[in-house]
Protein backbone atom coordinates (compact mmCIF):
# COMPACT_ATOMS: atom_id res chain seq x y z
CA UNK A 1 0.00 0.00 0.00
CA UNK A 2 1.25 3.62 -0.76
CA UNK A 3 -0.53 6.86 -0.28
CA UNK A 4 -2.04 8.19 -3.50
CA UNK A 5 -3.85 11.97 -4.13
CA UNK A 6 -5.30 13.30 -6.91
CA UNK A 7 -4.01 16.89 -8.35
CA UNK A 8 -6.10 18.91 -5.31
CA UNK A 9 -3.93 16.95 -2.97
CA UNK A 10 -6.44 17.18 -0.40
CA UNK A 11 -6.10 13.67 0.67
CA UNK A 12 -3.40 10.93 -0.12
CA UNK A 13 -5.20 7.91 1.10
CA UNK A 14 -2.85 4.56 1.14
CA UNK A 15 -3.74 2.20 -2.17
CA UNK A 16 -2.55 -1.16 -3.87
CA UNK A 17 -0.85 0.17 -6.63
CA UNK A 18 -1.34 -2.13 -10.10
CA UNK A 19 0.15 -1.46 -13.17
CA UNK A 20 -1.45 -2.50 -16.00
CA UNK A 21 1.76 -2.52 -18.49
CA UNK A 22 0.67 -5.16 -21.51
CA UNK A 23 -2.76 -4.60 -22.44
CA UNK A 24 -3.36 -8.70 -23.43
CA UNK A 25 -3.09 -9.10 -19.77
CA UNK A 26 -5.67 -6.36 -18.55
CA UNK A 27 -8.57 -9.07 -18.17
CA UNK A 28 -6.41 -11.39 -16.02
CA UNK A 29 -4.81 -8.21 -13.85
CA UNK A 30 -8.66 -7.20 -13.24
CA UNK A 31 -9.38 -10.33 -12.58
CA UNK A 32 -7.17 -10.69 -10.03
CA UNK A 33 -7.41 -7.19 -8.44
CA UNK A 34 -10.39 -5.98 -7.79
CA UNK A 35 -13.07 -3.59 -7.45
CA UNK A 36 -10.41 -1.37 -7.90
CA UNK A 37 -10.37 2.43 -10.32
CA UNK A 38 -8.03 2.92 -13.84
CA UNK A 39 -5.66 5.78 -12.64
CA UNK A 40 -4.42 7.62 -15.40
CA UNK A 41 -2.05 10.46 -14.71
CA UNK A 42 -3.77 11.89 -11.40
CA UNK A 43 -5.00 15.32 -13.14
CA UNK A 44 -8.35 14.64 -12.26
CA UNK A 45 -8.80 17.11 -8.93
CA UNK A 46 -10.91 14.90 -6.26
CA UNK A 47 -11.44 11.28 -5.35
CA UNK A 48 -12.50 10.47 -9.39
CA UNK A 49 -9.29 8.48 -9.91
CA UNK A 50 -8.65 7.51 -6.27
CA UNK A 51 -10.17 4.38 -4.24
CA UNK A 52 -8.82 4.61 -0.81
CA UNK A 53 -7.59 1.70 0.81
CA UNK A 54 -8.83 -0.27 -2.59
CA UNK A 55 -6.86 -0.81 -5.70
CA UNK A 56 -5.74 1.38 -8.43
CA UNK A 57 -4.92 0.01 -11.67
CA UNK A 58 -2.39 2.62 -12.90
CA UNK A 59 -2.16 2.92 -17.31
CA UNK A 60 1.31 5.35 -16.84
CA UNK A 61 3.12 1.82 -18.66
CA UNK A 62 0.50 1.59 -21.10
CA UNK A 63 1.15 4.36 -23.61
CA UNK A 64 2.16 2.74 -26.57
CA UNK A 65 1.11 4.51 -30.15
CA UNK A 66 -0.54 1.22 -32.06
CA UNK A 67 -0.65 2.67 -35.65
CA UNK A 68 -1.33 5.49 -37.82
CA UNK A 69 -2.97 6.34 -41.25
CA UNK A 70 -0.78 9.42 -42.48
CA UNK A 71 -3.44 9.72 -45.30
CA UNK A 72 -6.44 9.50 -43.15
CA UNK A 73 -5.11 10.86 -39.71
CA UNK A 74 -6.81 8.14 -37.83
CA UNK A 75 -4.38 7.26 -34.56
CA UNK A 76 -4.93 3.75 -32.57
CA UNK A 77 -3.33 3.99 -29.05
CA UNK A 78 -2.98 2.57 -25.79
CA UNK A 79 -5.01 4.66 -23.38
CA UNK A 80 -2.14 5.51 -21.18
CA UNK A 81 -0.81 7.17 -24.11
CA UNK A 82 -0.13 11.20 -23.06
CA UNK A 83 -1.88 14.01 -25.03
CA UNK A 84 1.88 15.78 -24.63
CA UNK A 85 3.29 12.74 -26.44
CA UNK A 86 0.85 12.50 -28.90
CA UNK A 87 1.32 16.34 -30.00
CA UNK A 88 5.00 15.83 -29.79
CA UNK A 89 5.12 13.00 -32.51
CA UNK A 90 1.92 14.08 -34.16
CA UNK A 91 2.36 17.94 -34.92
CA UNK A 92 5.59 17.75 -36.78
CA UNK A 93 4.11 15.41 -39.28
CA UNK A 94 0.68 18.06 -40.16
CA UNK A 95 -1.57 16.24 -37.70
CA UNK A 96 -3.21 17.33 -34.03
CA UNK A 97 -5.35 16.05 -31.28
CA UNK A 98 -8.58 18.19 -32.29
CA UNK A 99 -9.23 18.61 -28.79
CA UNK A 100 -7.19 19.26 -25.67
CA UNK A 101 -7.62 20.27 -22.11
CA UNK A 102 -5.73 22.83 -20.81
CA UNK A 103 -2.88 20.42 -19.22
CA UNK A 104 -1.12 18.33 -21.89
CA UNK A 105 -0.30 15.80 -18.61
CA UNK A 106 -3.05 13.61 -19.53
CA UNK A 107 -3.60 9.80 -20.85
CA UNK A 108 -5.51 9.09 -23.36
CA UNK A 109 -7.94 6.91 -21.59
CA UNK A 110 -8.53 10.23 -18.91
CA UNK A 111 -9.38 11.88 -21.27
CA UNK A 112 -12.33 9.95 -22.69
CA UNK A 113 -13.25 8.82 -18.98
CA UNK A 114 -14.19 12.66 -18.65
CA UNK A 115 -15.48 13.33 -22.07
CA UNK A 116 -12.65 16.59 -21.68
CA UNK A 117 -13.16 19.84 -23.38
CA UNK A 118 -10.84 22.29 -24.79
CA UNK A 119 -10.96 26.08 -25.98
CA UNK A 120 -12.17 25.31 -29.22
CA UNK A 121 -15.29 23.58 -28.08
CA UNK A 122 -17.27 25.93 -29.80
CA UNK A 123 -15.89 24.68 -33.16
CA UNK A 124 -14.82 21.55 -32.05
CA UNK A 125 -16.87 19.94 -29.88
CA UNK A 126 -15.49 17.18 -26.64
CA UNK A 127 -12.78 15.13 -26.88
CA UNK A 128 -15.63 12.25 -27.00
CA UNK A 129 -16.36 13.07 -30.78
CA UNK A 130 -13.34 12.72 -32.56
CA UNK A 131 -12.76 9.23 -30.80
CA UNK A 132 -14.26 6.74 -33.72
CA UNK A 133 -13.51 3.31 -31.80
CA UNK A 134 -12.16 2.06 -28.30
CA UNK A 135 -11.58 -1.07 -26.19
CA UNK A 136 -12.80 -1.68 -23.02
CA UNK A 137 -12.27 -4.63 -20.64
CA UNK A 138 -14.40 -5.36 -18.07
CA UNK A 139 -13.53 -7.41 -14.45
CA UNK A 140 -15.59 -10.43 -15.41
CA UNK A 141 -12.89 -10.90 -18.35
CA UNK A 142 -15.18 -9.42 -21.13
CA UNK A 143 -13.71 -7.12 -23.89
CA UNK A 144 -15.97 -5.24 -25.47
CA UNK A 145 -15.61 -2.71 -28.81
CA UNK A 146 -17.64 0.10 -29.11
CA UNK A 147 -17.69 3.48 -31.29
CA UNK A 148 -20.05 5.92 -31.96
CA UNK A 149 -21.17 3.44 -34.64
CA UNK A 150 -20.95 0.40 -32.76
CA UNK A 151 -22.18 -1.06 -29.40
CA UNK A 152 -23.16 2.59 -29.54
CA UNK A 153 -25.21 2.47 -25.84
CA UNK A 154 -21.58 1.50 -24.76
CA UNK A 155 -19.67 3.84 -26.06
CA UNK A 156 -22.29 6.81 -24.91
CA UNK A 157 -21.57 5.47 -21.44
CA UNK A 158 -18.48 5.03 -21.88
CA UNK A 159 -17.26 8.37 -22.62
CA UNK A 160 -17.43 10.80 -19.65
CA UNK A 161 -18.08 7.32 -17.17
CA UNK A 162 -15.66 8.40 -15.15
CA UNK A 163 -13.98 4.64 -15.29
CA UNK A 164 -17.03 2.74 -13.73
CA UNK A 165 -17.81 1.06 -17.14
CA UNK A 166 -14.82 -0.72 -17.82
CA UNK A 167 -11.29 -0.05 -18.34
CA UNK A 168 -10.21 1.37 -22.11
CA UNK A 169 -7.10 -0.82 -22.85
CA UNK A 170 -7.22 1.63 -26.51
CA UNK A 171 -8.87 3.95 -28.50
CA UNK A 172 -8.68 4.98 -32.29
CA UNK A 173 -8.88 8.45 -32.56
CA UNK A 174 -9.32 10.71 -35.44
CA UNK A 175 -6.92 13.62 -35.90
CA UNK A 176 -7.02 16.60 -37.61
CA UNK A 177 -4.77 18.50 -40.10
CA UNK A 178 -2.57 21.95 -38.75
CA UNK A 179 0.21 23.77 -40.49
CA UNK A 180 2.63 23.48 -37.79
CA UNK A 181 3.13 24.21 -33.99
CA UNK A 182 2.38 27.98 -34.39
CA UNK A 183 -1.12 29.75 -33.09
CA UNK A 184 -1.74 33.71 -33.74
CA UNK A 185 -3.17 34.63 -30.61
CA UNK A 186 -4.64 37.56 -29.87
CA UNK A 187 -4.54 39.05 -25.87
CA UNK A 188 -8.19 42.05 -25.17
CA UNK A 189 -8.57 43.07 -22.11
CA UNK A 190 -12.05 43.57 -20.88
CA UNK A 191 -14.12 45.35 -18.15
CA UNK A 192 -17.43 43.82 -17.20
CA UNK A 193 -19.42 40.48 -17.89
CA UNK A 194 -21.21 42.37 -21.01
CA UNK A 195 -17.73 43.02 -23.03
CA UNK A 196 -16.98 39.19 -22.44
CA UNK A 197 -19.88 37.93 -23.72
CA UNK A 198 -19.52 40.30 -26.21
CA UNK A 199 -16.31 39.30 -27.36
CA UNK A 200 -17.34 35.50 -27.18
CA UNK A 201 -20.20 36.16 -29.63
CA UNK A 202 -17.94 38.24 -31.82
CA UNK A 203 -14.92 35.80 -31.87
CA UNK A 204 -16.18 32.08 -32.57
CA UNK A 205 -17.25 32.65 -36.04
CA UNK A 206 -13.34 33.33 -36.86
CA UNK A 207 -11.02 32.21 -34.13
CA UNK A 208 -10.53 28.55 -33.07
CA UNK A 209 -9.56 28.78 -29.48
CA UNK A 210 -11.19 31.33 -27.20
CA UNK A 211 -10.52 31.42 -23.39
CA UNK A 212 -10.64 34.61 -20.37
CA UNK A 213 -8.49 34.63 -17.30
CA UNK A 214 -10.74 36.42 -15.05
CA UNK A 215 -9.44 38.77 -12.00
CA UNK A 216 -11.88 36.91 -9.25
CA UNK A 217 -11.10 40.12 -6.98
CA UNK A 218 -13.13 42.45 -8.72
CA UNK A 219 -16.41 40.78 -8.15
CA UNK A 220 -19.20 41.31 -10.76
CA UNK A 221 -18.06 44.03 -12.70
CA UNK A 222 -15.16 41.76 -13.56
CA UNK A 223 -11.86 42.55 -14.97
CA UNK A 224 -10.75 39.90 -17.50
CA UNK A 225 -8.03 39.11 -20.38
CA UNK A 226 -9.97 37.59 -23.30
CA UNK A 227 -7.45 35.24 -25.28
CA UNK A 228 -8.38 34.07 -28.81
CA UNK A 229 -5.82 32.23 -31.39
CA UNK A 230 -6.00 30.77 -34.48
CA UNK A 231 -3.56 28.16 -35.92
CA UNK A 232 -0.55 29.44 -38.29
CA UNK A 233 2.26 28.42 -40.63
CA UNK A 234 4.46 30.94 -38.41
CA UNK A 235 7.53 29.48 -40.30
CA UNK A 236 10.36 28.22 -38.84
CA UNK A 237 10.83 30.26 -35.48
CA UNK A 238 13.20 29.27 -32.82
CA UNK A 239 11.26 28.32 -29.54
CA UNK A 240 12.62 29.13 -25.51
CA UNK A 241 11.15 26.18 -23.58
CA UNK A 242 11.15 26.98 -20.37
CA UNK A 243 9.79 24.11 -17.96
CA UNK A 244 10.37 25.11 -13.70
CA UNK A 245 8.77 22.80 -11.31
CA UNK A 246 7.18 24.31 -7.92
CA UNK A 247 10.62 23.07 -5.89
CA UNK A 248 8.64 22.30 -2.30
CA UNK A 249 5.68 22.09 -0.45
CA UNK A 250 4.79 25.33 1.29
CA UNK A 251 3.98 24.84 5.08
CA UNK A 252 0.94 27.32 4.67
CA UNK A 253 -0.53 28.33 1.25
CA UNK A 254 0.76 31.15 -0.81
CA UNK A 255 -2.45 32.04 -2.73
CA UNK A 256 -4.40 33.07 0.64
CA UNK A 257 -6.43 36.35 1.94
CA UNK A 258 -3.61 38.82 2.16
CA UNK A 259 -1.69 37.65 -0.73
CA UNK A 260 -4.85 37.06 -3.26
CA UNK A 261 -5.62 40.75 -4.68
CA UNK A 262 -1.84 41.10 -5.03
CA UNK A 263 -1.58 38.20 -7.10
CA UNK A 264 -4.33 38.94 -8.87
CA UNK A 265 -3.15 42.32 -9.80
CA UNK A 266 0.06 41.27 -10.77
CA UNK A 267 -1.06 38.65 -13.27
CA UNK A 268 -3.41 41.61 -14.72
CA UNK A 269 -0.52 43.63 -15.22
CA UNK A 270 1.73 41.50 -16.40
CA UNK A 271 -0.53 39.99 -19.57
CA UNK A 272 -2.20 43.14 -19.94
CA UNK A 273 1.60 43.89 -21.62
CA UNK A 274 1.02 41.31 -24.21
CA UNK A 275 -2.10 42.84 -25.25
CA UNK A 276 -2.31 42.87 -28.89
CA UNK A 277 -1.39 39.93 -31.71
CA UNK A 278 1.53 37.88 -32.08
CA UNK A 279 2.72 34.72 -33.11
CA UNK A 280 3.34 32.31 -30.03
CA UNK A 281 3.90 28.62 -29.89
CA UNK A 282 0.92 26.01 -29.28
CA UNK A 283 2.28 24.66 -25.93
CA UNK A 284 2.40 28.21 -23.64
CA UNK A 285 -1.03 29.15 -25.22
CA UNK A 286 -2.88 26.17 -25.03
CA UNK A 287 -0.90 24.61 -21.78
CA UNK A 288 -0.38 28.03 -19.70
CA UNK A 289 0.32 26.19 -16.21
CA UNK A 290 2.61 23.04 -17.55
CA UNK A 291 5.46 25.40 -17.82
CA UNK A 292 5.47 24.74 -13.72
CA UNK A 293 5.69 22.04 -12.63
CA UNK A 294 3.91 20.57 -9.62
CA UNK A 295 2.43 23.92 -9.64
CA UNK A 296 -0.11 22.73 -7.25
CA UNK A 297 2.28 22.77 -4.41
CA UNK A 298 1.45 26.40 -4.03
CA UNK A 299 -1.21 25.76 -2.06
CA UNK A 300 0.37 24.02 0.95
CA UNK A 301 -0.21 20.30 2.67
CA UNK A 302 -4.41 20.80 2.63
CA UNK A 303 -4.00 21.28 -0.97
CA UNK A 304 -7.26 22.80 -2.98
CA UNK A 305 -10.45 22.86 -4.91
CA UNK A 306 -11.40 23.77 -8.20
CA UNK A 307 -15.09 24.27 -8.49
CA UNK A 308 -16.31 24.50 -11.87
CA UNK A 309 -19.35 24.78 -13.09
CA UNK A 310 -21.23 25.09 -16.61
CA UNK A 311 -24.97 27.14 -16.69
CA UNK A 312 -26.86 27.93 -19.78
CA UNK A 313 -26.83 30.75 -21.98
CA UNK A 314 -30.32 32.53 -20.76
CA UNK A 315 -29.43 32.86 -17.33
CA UNK A 316 -25.87 32.32 -17.36
CA UNK A 317 -25.12 35.98 -17.24
CA UNK A 318 -26.77 36.53 -14.42
CA UNK A 319 -25.67 33.23 -12.59
CA UNK A 320 -22.31 34.13 -13.28
CA UNK A 321 -22.49 37.58 -11.89
CA UNK A 322 -24.06 36.56 -8.42
CA UNK A 323 -21.58 33.53 -8.47
CA UNK A 324 -18.45 36.02 -9.16
CA UNK A 325 -20.40 38.85 -6.25
CA UNK A 326 -20.37 35.81 -3.86
CA UNK A 327 -16.44 35.00 -4.10
CA UNK A 328 -15.33 38.08 -4.36
CA UNK A 329 -17.37 38.75 -1.06
CA UNK A 330 -16.26 35.95 0.94
CA UNK A 331 -12.59 37.16 0.27
CA UNK A 332 -11.83 33.40 -1.63
CA UNK A 333 -10.53 32.53 -5.40
CA UNK A 334 -7.47 32.30 -6.29
CA UNK A 335 -5.25 33.53 -9.80
CA UNK A 336 -6.48 30.48 -11.47
CA UNK A 337 -10.29 31.60 -12.55
CA UNK A 338 -11.77 30.87 -16.12
CA UNK A 339 -14.63 32.02 -17.73
CA UNK A 340 -15.68 30.54 -21.16
CA UNK A 341 -18.90 29.88 -23.54
CA UNK A 342 -19.22 26.16 -24.71
CA UNK A 343 -20.50 25.85 -28.20
CA UNK A 344 -24.10 24.33 -29.01
CA UNK A 345 -23.07 21.02 -29.95
CA UNK A 346 -24.38 18.06 -27.75
CA UNK A 347 -21.59 15.90 -26.20
CA UNK A 348 -21.44 11.94 -27.01
CA UNK A 349 -21.44 10.96 -23.23
CA UNK A 350 -24.48 10.07 -21.26
CA UNK A 351 -22.36 12.03 -18.12
CA UNK A 352 -21.07 14.41 -20.25
CA UNK A 353 -20.38 17.50 -18.31
CA UNK A 354 -20.45 20.15 -21.34
CA UNK A 355 -23.68 21.70 -22.25
CA UNK A 356 -24.64 24.74 -24.58
CA UNK A 357 -23.94 27.99 -21.86
CA UNK A 358 -20.89 29.09 -20.22
CA UNK A 359 -18.15 28.09 -17.83
CA UNK A 360 -16.64 29.41 -14.63
CA UNK A 361 -13.83 27.64 -13.04
CA UNK A 362 -11.81 28.84 -10.04
CA UNK A 363 -9.31 26.84 -7.56
CA UNK A 364 -9.77 28.04 -3.79
CA UNK A 365 -7.14 26.88 -0.58
CA UNK A 366 -8.66 24.25 1.27
CA UNK A 367 -9.92 26.36 4.57
CA UNK A 368 -12.27 26.31 6.85
CA UNK A 369 -15.47 28.62 5.57
CA UNK A 370 -14.82 27.37 1.90
CA UNK A 371 -17.26 25.11 1.78
CA UNK A 372 -20.22 27.32 3.16
CA UNK A 373 -19.22 29.39 -0.04
CA UNK A 374 -19.75 26.13 -2.37
CA UNK A 375 -23.46 25.42 -1.09
CA UNK A 376 -23.83 29.40 -2.06
CA UNK A 377 -22.43 28.82 -5.29
CA UNK A 378 -24.56 25.41 -5.81
CA UNK A 379 -27.75 27.18 -5.21
CA UNK A 380 -26.97 29.34 -7.84
CA UNK A 381 -25.91 26.45 -10.25
CA UNK A 382 -28.90 24.56 -9.51
CA UNK A 383 -31.24 27.69 -9.59
CA UNK A 384 -29.61 28.59 -13.40
CA UNK A 385 -30.25 24.79 -14.33
CA UNK A 386 -26.28 24.31 -14.61
CA UNK A 387 -24.18 21.31 -13.22
CA UNK A 388 -20.80 20.72 -11.64
CA UNK A 389 -17.59 18.80 -13.38
CA UNK A 390 -16.67 15.50 -11.92
CA UNK A 391 -13.36 15.79 -13.27
CA UNK A 392 -12.84 18.95 -10.87
CA UNK A 393 -15.14 17.93 -7.42
CA UNK A 394 -14.18 16.24 -4.39
CA UNK A 395 -17.44 17.80 -2.64
CA UNK A 396 -20.51 17.98 -4.81
CA UNK A 397 -23.70 16.75 -2.39
CA UNK A 398 -25.30 13.27 -4.46
CA UNK A 399 -28.23 15.38 -4.34
CA UNK A 400 -27.10 17.68 -6.63
CA UNK A 401 -25.14 14.82 -9.03
CA UNK A 402 -28.50 13.66 -9.23
CA UNK A 403 -30.93 16.29 -10.04
CA UNK A 404 -28.25 17.73 -12.67
CA UNK A 405 -27.15 14.73 -14.51
CA UNK A 406 -30.59 13.53 -16.30
CA UNK A 407 -29.01 10.43 -17.85
CA UNK A 408 -27.54 8.92 -14.32
CA UNK A 409 -30.28 5.89 -14.29
CA UNK A 410 -29.78 4.87 -18.20
CA UNK A 411 -25.62 4.92 -17.30
CA UNK A 412 -26.07 2.78 -13.94
CA UNK A 413 -27.24 -0.15 -15.73
CA UNK A 414 -23.49 -0.20 -17.70
CA UNK A 415 -21.83 -0.02 -14.64
CA UNK A 416 -18.95 -2.40 -13.52
CA UNK A 417 -19.67 -4.24 -10.31
CA UNK A 418 -16.01 -4.89 -10.12
CA UNK A 419 -15.32 -0.88 -10.20
CA UNK A 420 -15.48 1.66 -7.39
CA UNK A 421 -13.99 4.94 -6.74
CA UNK A 422 -13.84 7.37 -3.89
CA UNK A 423 -16.47 9.61 -6.28
CA UNK A 424 -18.61 6.62 -6.88
CA UNK A 425 -19.27 5.57 -3.49
CA UNK A 426 -19.94 9.22 -2.64
CA UNK A 427 -21.90 10.38 -5.58
CA UNK A 428 -23.56 7.08 -6.53
CA UNK A 429 -23.45 4.66 -3.35
CA UNK A 430 -21.25 2.13 -4.26
C1 LIG B 1 -3.99 22.16 -14.97
C2 LIG B 1 -5.21 21.38 -15.41
C3 LIG B 1 -5.98 21.89 -16.42
C4 LIG B 1 -7.10 21.18 -16.86
N1 LIG B 1 -7.86 21.71 -17.86
C5 LIG B 1 -8.94 21.05 -18.29
C6 LIG B 1 -9.72 21.55 -19.38
O1 LIG B 1 -9.43 22.61 -19.94
N2 LIG B 1 -10.79 20.82 -19.80
C7 LIG B 1 -11.13 19.63 -19.21
O2 LIG B 1 -12.11 19.02 -19.64
N3 LIG B 1 -10.41 19.12 -18.19
C8 LIG B 1 -9.33 19.81 -17.73
N4 LIG B 1 -8.58 19.27 -16.70
C9 LIG B 1 -9.00 18.00 -16.10
C10 LIG B 1 -8.33 16.80 -16.79
O3 LIG B 1 -8.33 16.96 -18.20
C11 LIG B 1 -9.14 15.54 -16.47
O4 LIG B 1 -9.29 15.37 -15.10
C12 LIG B 1 -8.53 14.26 -17.07
O5 LIG B 1 -9.50 13.25 -17.01
C13 LIG B 1 -7.27 13.81 -16.34
O6 LIG B 1 -6.72 12.70 -17.02
P1 LIG B 1 -5.75 11.66 -16.29
O7 LIG B 1 -5.14 10.84 -17.35
O8 LIG B 1 -4.85 12.38 -15.35
O9 LIG B 1 -6.81 10.79 -15.51
P2 LIG B 1 -7.03 10.54 -13.93
O10 LIG B 1 -7.16 11.87 -13.26
O11 LIG B 1 -5.99 9.62 -13.43
O12 LIG B 1 -8.44 9.82 -13.96
C14 LIG B 1 -9.60 10.57 -14.32
C15 LIG B 1 -10.74 9.59 -14.59
O13 LIG B 1 -10.44 8.84 -15.76
C16 LIG B 1 -10.55 7.45 -15.48
N5 LIG B 1 -9.59 6.75 -16.32
C17 LIG B 1 -8.28 7.03 -16.52
N6 LIG B 1 -7.73 6.13 -17.37
C18 LIG B 1 -8.72 5.27 -17.72
C19 LIG B 1 -8.77 4.12 -18.54
N7 LIG B 1 -7.71 3.67 -19.20
N8 LIG B 1 -9.96 3.46 -18.64
C20 LIG B 1 -11.06 3.90 -17.99
N9 LIG B 1 -11.06 4.99 -17.20
C21 LIG B 1 -9.90 5.66 -17.06
C22 LIG B 1 -10.24 7.34 -13.99
O14 LIG B 1 -10.77 6.16 -13.45
C23 LIG B 1 -10.93 8.58 -13.47
O15 LIG B 1 -12.31 8.35 -13.30
C24 LIG B 1 -7.45 19.96 -16.24
C25 LIG B 1 -6.65 19.43 -15.22
C26 LIG B 1 -5.53 20.14 -14.80
C27 LIG B 1 -4.68 19.58 -13.69
Redesign the pocket.
Known amino acids: MRPVS??GRLSAPPHEVVELADRDHIPAVLAAHRPG????????YGD??LNPEGVLWS?ASLDRLIAFDSATGRLTCE??ARLYDIQRVMIPRGWSLPVV???QQ??V???I??D???KNHHGAGTFGDHVRALRLVRTDGETIECGPDLRPDWFAATVGG??LTG??AEAELQLRRTPGPWLEAETLPFKGLDDFFRLSAESEAAWEHTVSWIDCTSGADVRGLFMRANPTEGGDRPRRARRKTFPFTPPVSLVNRLTLRALNEGYYALNKRHAGRRIVHYEPFLYP?DGIGEWNRLYGPRGFYQYQCVVPHGPGRQAVHDMLDAIAHAGEGSILAVLKTFGDRRPPGLLSFVAPGVTLALDFQNRSGVLALFERLDAIVRAAGGRLYP??DARMPRGMFEATYPDLAEFLAFRDPGIS?GMSRRLMGS
Open positions: SWIAYGLGRSECTSGPGTVTGGAANVHGMGVILAKS
